[in-house]
């Protein structure tokens, strides 16, 4: 049986597309996104996870090529900025799921723009009950080692996303290493917290 002869991007099969762009760097995913845009524009989970070549340029183009991702790992991209965090703000607004361990370019302003893309994209009030809610936005967030952040940031973070959890069993905000940020907390936490504070004076 004869091979098969590969002559474009778009010729090669999505599971072995998906492998090569784990394993490459920042101009490989540039235009394996391409070919995944075209083949499989409704992607939803990649893991680039430790690809350390993988920078900006490679984010920004899968970002814009594969708006439907809802799992992306980016833990260990060390070369990523909040260029990349900004361009998946925008243009994946279905994100569930965010790995940046060990991102140590990120900042406060990727931060911001997980935010702002929140209340720019958040449902009208009469759709939105409190289930729905929780179904939408980032529900997983890993920031732990990202150091450059600060607690207003990822505070306004936490309570933009409702199933974003800092709570013992819950964890789903991720921020091991991160001293400075040991004061924000979840809604539920906070809550938790004045119940185990508020203690009922006898009665008289």
């Not at 409704?42 to 893991?47: D, F, I, T």
């Not at 994946?92 to 931060?111: E, F, K, V």
């Not at 505070?155 to 013992?168: E, G, I, V």
Request: with cysteine.
């Amino acid at each position: 049986m004869e091979g098969v002869v590969v002559t474009e991007w778009k010729d090669i099969p999505m599971e072995l597309l998906l492998r090569i762009v784990s394993l490459v760097d920042d101009r490989t995913v540039i235009v394996a996104s391409g070919a995944i845009g075209q083949n499989c524009s409704q992607l939803q989970s990649l893991n680039l996870g430790w690809c350390e070549n993988v920078g900006d340029l490679g984010v920004v183009s899968l970002a814009y090529g594969c708006p439907d991702l809802r799992t992306l790992d980016l833990c260990g991209c060390v070369c990523i900025t909040d260029d990349s965090v900004i361009a998946l703000a925008y243009r994946c607004l279905h994100l569930r799921s965010l790995g940046l361990y060990y991102c140590r370019n990120i900042t406060d302003r990727a931060m911001y723009s997980l935010v702002h893309s929140r209340v720019k994209n958040k449902p009208p009030m009469w759709q939105s009950m409190k289930g729905r809610c929780d179904e939408e936005g980032l529900r997983s967030l890993n920031i732990s080692q990202c150091t450059a952040l600060t607690p207003p940031a990822v505070q306004a973070l936490c309570d933009s996303f409702p199933a974003l959890h800092t709570c013992s069993g819950r964890h789903s905000l991720v921020m091991s290493g991160c001293l400075n940020l040991t004061s924000v907390h979840c809604a539920c936490a906070v809550q938790a917290h004045r119940t185990m504070s508020y203690v009922p004076h006898p009665a008289h």
